[in-house]
């Protein structure tokens, strides 16, 4: 990728910040696995290393990270600040906050990549991880920002009065992301994973008295980012 400046017009300082918003609004999305983030953080992420377990530190003014806090291979992994994968709002103006991060945003989700097998799903048993991979996806890239966006106003289009629940699924991006041929290495053996946890919820609670969807569960709604760039 290259980039063109003219000196002349744009000081040192309002260089960098252009050519780092550039950049921001020309990314997508991007897979990493769990440990290779926690080794080499991206920007606006530390990570403390403790005894048994690690923490991780993030921009809270640029990031939205709703990871809930994970056992991996090497420990406790726990992201400070972090509502998890459940984000409940309450009223009208934590609903807009919350639509505007998430699309001015880089969104951070945790999946797994397990084993493509039907069968403890049948059995009603959870399947094994064969990973963890943190997925960042850029609110601000404008086709991520009108799929957020139109998504919200089909799933929420009147919040005031009523409750819902919404999965918002990027397993469509992230499928598209890493592609078909995509494969993980276990025990010297290639495996084409089938992920999981796929989606993050937003939960809006009214304190209607008589919130009989909510209740009966009809509230519950879904819809996917499927734009990867790729």
């Given amino acids: 990728m290259s980039w063109t400046i003219t000196l002349s017009v744009l000081p040192q300082e309002v260089k960098r910040n252009s050519m780092h918003q550039n950049t921001i609004s020309r990314f997508v999305i991007d897979v990493i696995e769990l440990e290779s983030f926690l080794n080499s953080p991206p920007r606006g992420f530390s990570v403390e290393r403790r005894a048994g377990y690690t923490v991780v530190k993030w921009d809270q003014e640029n990031s939205c990270v709703f990871i809930d806090e994970i056992q991996s291979s090497k420990g406790k992994v726990i992201f400070c600040n972090s509502p ?28 797994s990549a397990c084993t493509n097998t039907t069968v403890e799903e049948k059995r009603n048993r959870d399947v094994p991880a064969l990973g963890y991979y943190v997925v960042a996806i850029n609110g601000i890239h ?30 469509a991006a992230l499928q598209g992301w890493v592609g078909e041929n995509f494969q993980i290495l276990v025990d ?30 009809f509230s519950k709604r879904q819809f996917k980012i499927c734009y990867h760039g790729r």
């Avoid at 505007?100 to 945790?110: A, D, F, G, N, P």
């Avoid at 086709?143 to 629940?165: F, H, K, N």
């Avoid at 993050?200 to 008589?210: N, P, Q």
């Fill in 142 to 171: 404008p086709m991520i920002r009108w799929e957020m966006e139109s998504g919200l106003d089909r799933t929420l289009s009147s919040v005031a009065g009523e409750s819902y629940v919404v999965d918002v699924d990027v397993s």
């Fill in 84 to 111: 998890g994968r459940e984000i409940t709002v309450r009223t009208l103006g934590e609903y807009t906050e919350l639509r505007r991060q998430l699309t001015s945003m880089t969104i951070y989700i945790l999946v």
């Fill in 188 to 217: 010297a053996e290639k495996v084409k994973p089938t992920w999981k946890d796929t989606h993050f919820t937003i939960k809006y609670r009214s304190d209607a008295l008589f919130d009989i969807p909510y209740w009966f569960g």
